[in-house]
């Protein structure tokens, strides 16, 4: 089902002519079409391959996350991707040095929901498991899940514990947890599937510092048990400025059930443990920024299931684009019009979809809910100007990053992100998800293995029920679970936009742009680049199909130069 290309015996014995004591990369496998992973012996190979790629980027190379075995390398196209991975094959690995750049203390307050579990699962009482938590040195291997989650190996293994069968929707900010062989911190609100043991108030991630992360890899970490918990001050986080007053711009009067500023994402940043979050419907946020005139990447309102209501501060040029819905002008602004005589027909009008239009100052633009799709995307021209967070206007609802939702008597500014002098003609949009069946192509892999193929064929024969516990993060689906053909866990490794990952209950998450950038539970398959578009647009309650398609790099033939 999936390609592997591991390295031959025959290619290893040539080599060994060339540098005896040489090592390479032991395999790739592919992720979807944009990513491949690189398998290796060990942690100290990992830390040589990420620094090489680091130092000597390859061609089309966009992001590189390394984990407990594996790195993974995001190319910028399929073409690239398939070239990164041919590449990964040949190179020789050179040894890196990892900096240990100090002790850090965490005091922890030992009163975690699974720390009971922890203690049945490892033969200790629960005064053991704290004794060993706090009696070891821990070492940052890498960072990965979310910004400031470092993944910590212990001098020994006795609390090495599996993964919960079924992840938790939420897990508090500051949870002290344990899973597989590594201890962390969440560095705030998210789902997770870790033991959770205990709780600190230390910050671990903080963009207000001028090194974010709290502990970063080669860092030493020790655990010291406290009776309570002193609370830092709140995560940094772009709060919305309700009483800032803008000349030009959009007042938002309702946000609807949730209305976030989301461009085409930040990329490069995995070793921090920051996913690329953006838009989860691209080609609906390009088409409204291209319909105003503005550069494809402007920011923008990404809203779901209608009701965003917003008024113009000063003349506006406007777009929506995304699911189709009824969009309502009224004018004049609603303060006016209840004093006014006029009929209140004069004073309504209708605006199509996916074309531009003036939105006068003072006048007020409606959305309706959704005919079908989920998300609306409602841009200005000029773009929205709030300030970037590592290169993006985003918001990322997984790690916090980027402005905040958006709330009511908040005033949004229009910025200069315009490509042209003239605005758009309409266009056509493409078809959305209705109360039918959405049919998503997947690619098999990297972890198809741990599946025999009864488990892809109930996959790809059964129509899985998007569940309310759905979000930007991911879709959370329901059907007839998968089961696995192995045992144990999988070590943490990268994972994409579009990975169908397969917890343990076999119930299947299908990750979108906010998602985690590590996991260790299997991914069975990767949803087709281009059919993330169409992913972000089923809405709760909706049914997907999965369809496997042979799509995957093959890393046998020698890429075109």
């Not at 590449?87 to 002790?103: I, K, M």
């Not at 300030?387 to 500014?413: C, F, H, K, N, Y």
């Not at 998602?515 to 169409?534: K, N």
């Not at 995957?552 to 075109?560: L, N, R």
């Amino acid at each position: 089902m999936e390609t592997v290309m591991q390295t031959t015996t025959a290619k290893q014995s040539a080599t060994a002519k060339q540098s005896a004591t040489a090592k390479r990369v032991r395999s790739v496998r592919p992720v979807g079409t944009r990513a491949v992973l690189a398998e290796l012996d060990g942690l100290q190979d990992v830390l040589a391959l990420q620094d090489m790629l680091y130092k000597s980027p390859l061609p089309g190379q966009v992001d590189v996350l390394a984990a407990a075995e594996t790195v993974m390398v995001v190319g910028e196209s399929a073409a690239a991707t398939r070239a990164i991975g041919a590449r990964l094959l040949e190179l020789e690995l050179t040894a890196t040095e990892v900096t240990d750049s100090g002790l850090v203390v965490i005091d922890t307050v030992y009163d975690g929901d699974d720390l009971a579990d922890v203690a049945e699962l490892t033969g200790l009482s629960v005064e053991g498991v704290i004794a060993a938590h706090t009696g070891q040195i821990w070492t940052v291997a890498f960072a990965g899940f979310a910004p400031g989650f470092g993944y910590m190996v212990g001098e020994n293994e006795v609390l090495t514990v599996p993964r919960r069968s079924s992840p938790r929707t939420a897990v508090p900010a500051g949870s002290v947890a344990l899973g597989g062989q590594y201890s962390a911190v969440y560095p705030r609100r998210s789902p997770g599937g870790w033991q959770l043991i205990g709780r600190t108030g230390a910050r671990m991630w903080d963009l207000d510092r001028p090194q974010p992360a709290l502990v970063r890899p080669g860092d030493r970490v020790q655990y010291r048990a406290v009776r309570e918990v002193v609370t830092a001050s709140a995560e940094h986080q772009a709060e919305p400025e309700a009483d800032h007053h803008t000349d030009s711009g959009l007042k938002i009067l309702n946000p609807g059930a949730q209305s976030l500023i989301q461009d085409l994402g930040r990329r490069g940043y995995g070793a921090l443990g920051v996913s690329a979050a953006g838009a989860l419907d691209r080609a609906s946020l390009r088409r409204a920024n291209r319909l105003v005139g503005n550069s494809s990447s402007a920011a923008a309102i990404e809203t779901v299931n209608g009701g965003l209501t917003v008024e113009a501060v000063g003349d506006q040029v406007i777009a929506v684009t995304g699911a189709p819905t009824s969009l309502t002008v009224r004018s004049p602004s609603s303060a006016e019009f209840e004093e006014s005589d006029g009929d209140a027909q004069d004073a309504l009008r209708s605006v199509p979809i996916a074309a531009p239009f003036a939105l006068l100052d003072g006048e007020v633009l409606s959305l309706g809910p959704p005919e079908a799709g989920f998300r609306n995307y409602v841009a200005i021209r000029g773009g929205i100007a709030v300030p970037e967070v590592l290169g993006s206007r985003s918001a990322d609802t997984m790690s916090g990053i980027g402005p905040a939702p958006l709330v009511i008597g908040q005033e949004l500014p229009t910025g200069d992100a315009t490509d042209s002098t003239a605005v758009g003609s309409p266009e056509l949009q493409p078809d959305f998800p209705g109360t039918g069946v959405t049919v998503l192509e997947v690619v098999p892999g990297p972890r198809a293995d741990w599946f025999d193929q009864s488990a892809i064929e109930s996959l790809t024969s059964q129509e899985w029920l998007v569940t309310p516990q759905s979000n930007r993060v991911g879709m959370r689906l329901d059907g007839t679970p998968l089961q696995r053909a192995r045992e144990g866990e999988l070590p943490s490794e990268g994972t994409m936009a579009g990975a169908l990952q397969i917890p343990p209950a076999g119930l299947p998450v299908l990750f979108l742009a906010d998602h985690p950038i590590t996991g260790g539970y299997p991914v069975i398959g990767v949803v087709r680049d281009e059919h993330l578009d169409l992913a972000g647009q089923v809405p709760i309650g909706g049914r997907i199909r999965f369809r496997m398609v042979p799509d995957s790099p093959d890393f046998t033939k020698t890429p075109e130069k």
